[in-house]
Each structure stands twice: as C-alpha cells, then as structure tokens.
C-alpha cells in the first residue's frame, strides 16, 4: 500500500557530502513522522534524524551539526543531508515513516541505501 524509496547514496571522502532521498508513494492520507535509521555491520540499527510535518527535527548526537534532515510535504519526500562525513558514519541508511493510510496507521521501511566514508 505504501513505498518508501531512498536514493542518494554512494561513496564519499571523509569531510565529504552526501545528500539522501526518500519518497513515499501510495495510498496516503498523512504522514505523522519520516526519518532516518543507519545499521553498519555488526551494529545494531540506530536512529539519525527525523522531522514532523510542523518541522520539528531531532538528531542523533554523532550527527548534529552535520546533518541536517528536510522534508518537501507535497512530494511526500525527506532528504537528509550529511556534511563532514566521517568514517563512522559508514553504513546502511534506511528511510522510515509513521503513515496514516485508509486502513490504519502504520510504520513502514525503505529498502536502504549504501552510505561508504574512507579514504
């Protein structure tokens, strides 16, 4: 009913920029909470950011000040935009929104992305 798909990623340096993309698609009537997720390997599965339709935002404490989380509501997308990259911030990046749908509200995922910092 709902799809969540992420684009953006790729490989950069450290101290470089990467700009992801997440479009929900399907039968939506609200979108209560969109936000961002990463796993590296090993990891658990953490929480970077994400904003609400009023703009409230929250972050991670190992990317404030670098990232920064947008959403364009009539296009029903969030972009994340991640500054002064580090290494550590190597990992699976994974959208995710709280959607009200005809039928109920749920939680849905994106597919992930592949976000790589080295040298």
């Known amino acids: 009913q709902v799809q969540l798909v992420e684009s953006g990623g790729g490989s950069a340096q450290p101290g470089g920029s990467l700009r992801l993309s997440c479009a929900a698609s399907?039968?939506?009537?609200?979108?209560?909470?969109m936000g961002w997720y990463r796993q590296a390997p090993g990891k658990e599965r953490e929480l970077v950011a994400y904003?609400?339709?009023?703009?409230?935002?929250n972050y991670a404490d190992s990317v404030k000040g670098r990232f920064t989380i947008s959403a364009d509501g009539p296009k029903k997308t969030v972009h994340l935009q991640m500054n002064s990259l580090k290494p550590e911030d190597t990992a699976v990046y994974y959208c995710?929104?709280?959607?009200?749908?005809?039928?109920?509200?749920?939680?849905?995922w994106g597919q992930g992305t592949q976000v790589t910092v080295s040298s």
């Open positions: 995710n929104a709280d959607v009200l749908t005809p039928r109920r509200r749920e939680d849905y």
């Open positions: 399907g039968s939506i009537l609200s979108i209560y909470i």
């Open positions: 904003i609400n339709p009023a703009g409230t935002t």
